[in-house]
C-alpha cells in the first residue's frame, strides 16, 4: 500500500518538474527565438518550484537524503544517539504540530491577493506548505516511534561494550 502511494507521489513529483522545465523551454524559446515573451511562463516556474520542494520533501525525501549537522550525533554512542533522535524529534515534531493551525489560517489568509499575471489565489500556491507541514509532524512522530521500537529490540542483543 506503501509503495503504491510513494510511486504516486513520484509520479507527481515528475509531472510538477516537467511542467516546469516545459514553462522554462516556452519561456526562453518565446523570449529569445519569437521575441514576445511570455509573462505566465515565469510564473509557472516559480509556482511549480514552490510545490516541486515542498512535495519532494513531505513525501520522498528519506531522513538520510536531508542535510543534517551531526557532528555532535556522530560522534555519541548509538544509545545516546538514539536519545538524541528522539529529543530532536519531539522538538520537531512539536513545533511542527503546534504552528499547524496558525499556517493553516495564513494560507488561508492569503486569498485575498493573487499572483500578477496568471490571478491565481496565493492560498492555492501556498496551500502545499500545509501539506508539508503535517506531513513534517506526522514523520517526525513516526521518526520517534521508530527509534523506541529499535531501541527496544537493540536493548535485548546489546554487549556491555555498548
Not at 531522513?63 to 555532535?72: K, R, W
Not at 504540530?97 to 491577493?113: C, G, Q
Not at 496565493?122 to 521500537?149: E, G, K, T
Request: hydrophobic letters at 55%; aromatic letters at 14%; proline letters at 3%.
Amino acid at each position: 500500500m506503501i509503495a503504491k502511494w510513494r510511486k504516486f507521489a513520484e509520479i507527481v513529483a515528475v509531472g510538477l518538474l516537467t511542467a516546469m522545465f516545459a514553462s522554462f523551454l516556452l519561456q526562453i524559446f518565446m523570449r529569445y527565438v519569437v521575441n514576445q515573451p511570455l509573462g505566465w511562463t515565469s510564473e509557472a516556474c516559480v509556482i511549480l518550484y514552490i510545490w516541486t520542494v515542498f512535495w519532494t520533501s513531505a513525501f520522498l525525501l528519506d531522513e538520510s537524503e536531508h542535510i543534517t549537522f551531526s557532528m555532535l550525533s556522530d560522534a555519541l554512542s548509538p544509545a545516546k544517539r538514539r536519545v538524541l533522535t528522539i529529543i530532536g524529534h519531539i522538538i520537531l515534531g512539536a513545533a511542527f504540530l503546534s504552528a499547524l493551525p496558525a499556517i493553516t489560517d495564513y494560507v488561508t489568509f492569503m486569498k485575498i491577493d493573487s499572483t500578477p499575471v496568471t490571478r491565481i489565489r496565493f492560498d492555492y500556491i501556498y496551500s502545499i506548505f500545509v501539506v508539508f507541514a503535517a506531513a513534517v509532524a506526522i514523520r517526525a512522530f513516526l521518526s520517534i516511534y521508530r527509534a523506541l521500537r529499535n531501541g527496544a529490540a537493540a536493548s535485548t542483543n546489546a554487549t556491555p561494550e555498548q
